[in-house]
């Protein structure tokens, strides 16, 4: 992780702690629309310029399809007084909310010369915020979520992003995903710790997935050549970049298990954004996102679903996944395990949505992207 990368994840941590602060100041008082937007939108305004961001910010923007309440960039913000949103999206005041946000959103395409797809906004009453966006030609609009941490971290990496998106290529994902980077190194640490302890305490399950394994590989692979004196040394060096001292062959073949575990995640994962970025609204299949603001129970129950395939049959897409010795993680659950899996959420979370609609040549191959070993120079 570059230590800009860092520096922006910290500000947006920081950041999403201010309006948390702020909102429990001004919501005891009931305040207005005027008044919540008036609290909000200068952090938000402080935020852009401390990320860097540069954007064309307007506040009451007018529009052909109306006013928007605060526009930065290609990110529009319908502030709503608190309590008019509601848990679902068919209530009157949260119908309309999202209805204000499509009309803001399209009549800024016009004015600015955006593609729709090159858009976003929320509407936001400072206790429930609803995501919206154009893809694929057609409107997303998410479930209504609480507004907390999580849900506004979400809320600015997307206002972030809007400034300078990640395109869901093979070679920006290489640049994120491979061993060089912290979340990376964090997740295959922890990894390697829930094997060691699960296999070490006798697990029934995990060890049975291991062993299967083994046997799987040992078909394709000579682990005891793979794992030879010249070869563990040079392995020895590699996974000590992810502060993983490695002694003896049989440590190197659990490490390799959990690398496999990793990319097996990794792609599924991968899948499940594309699908849910493409066809969630349409066909009401579980949302990638919602993982973001989910705790870990639930987190740890979606990927349960997401390794028997439920995830992607859902889509209509069958046989995809029916579980398989790489969902061994699940029974060595821990809270160390479930916060690193949620920071590759997170990075996924932020790659420009649009992508696939907009550079489709640009998305293939993408499985393969973690394990190039050249890296480019700039995205």
């Known amino acids: 992780m570059s230590p800009e990368t860092q520096n922006r994840e910290l500000i947006i941590a920081q950041t999403a702690e ?41 506040f009451e923007y007018t529009l052909a399809t109306g006013r928007a309440d605060a526009v930065f960039n290609r990110f529009v913000i319908e502030y709503e007084r608190p309590g008019v949103l509601k848990n679902s999206l068919s209530s009157s005041g949260t119908k309309h909310a999202v209805q204000q946000v499509k009309d803001y959103i399209k009549g800024l395409a016009k004015k600015e010369r955006h593609k729709l797809e090159r858009l976003a906004g929320v509407a936001f009453d400072g206790k429930l915020l609803v995501f919206i966006r154009y893809i694929n030609g057609q409107w997303v609009v998410e479930e209504p979520v609480e507004v907390n941490k999580r849900s506004l971290e979400r809320f600015l990496t997307w206002l972030a992003g809007l400034s300078s998106g990640i395109a869901l290529t093979a070679d920006n994902l290489n640049i994120d995903f491979s061993i060089k980077q912290l979340r990376t190194q964090k997740i295959l640490r922890e990894l390697f710790s829930a094997l060691n302890r699960s296999l070490d305490n006798g697990d029934p399950l995990v060890s049975k997935l291991f062993e299967q394994w083994q046997m799987f590989f040992s078909e394709a692979i000579d682990y005891s050549e793979a794992f030879g004196d010249r070869k563990l040394e040079t392995l020895k060096e590699e996974v000590r970049k992810a502060s993983i001292e490695i002694q003896d062959a049989k440590e190197a073949e659990r490490f390799f298990f959990v690398l496999h575990t990793y990319f097996a995640l990794l792609v599924k994962l991968l899948a499940w954004l594309a699908l849910s970025r493409h066809l969630g609204v349409k066909l009401g299949a579980p949302s990638f996102s919602k993982l973001l603001s989910a705790d870990d129970e639930i987190l740890r129950q979606s990927l349960k679903e997401m390794e028997s395939g439920g995830i992607f049959r859902a889509y209509g897409i ?39 609609t907009l550079i489709p040549e640009e998305t293939r191959d993408l499985s393969l992207s973690a394990a190039k070993k050249d890296s480019p120079q700039s995205r």
């Open 318 to 356: 069958l046989n995809l996944l029916e579980g398989d010795f790489f969902e061994w993680y699940l029974h060595a659950w821990s809270p160390e395990v479930s916060d690193a899996i949620r920071e590759i959420i997170r990075r996924l979370d932020e790659y420009d949505p649009t992508t696939l």
């Open 18 to 58: 201010k309006i948390l602060c702020e909102l429990k100041r001004i919501l005891p008082s009931n305040p207005s629309e005027t008044e919540l937007r008036e609290r909000i939108d200068p952090i938000l305004e402080e935020f852009c310029a401390k990320i860097g961001s540069v954007p064309i910010t307007h």
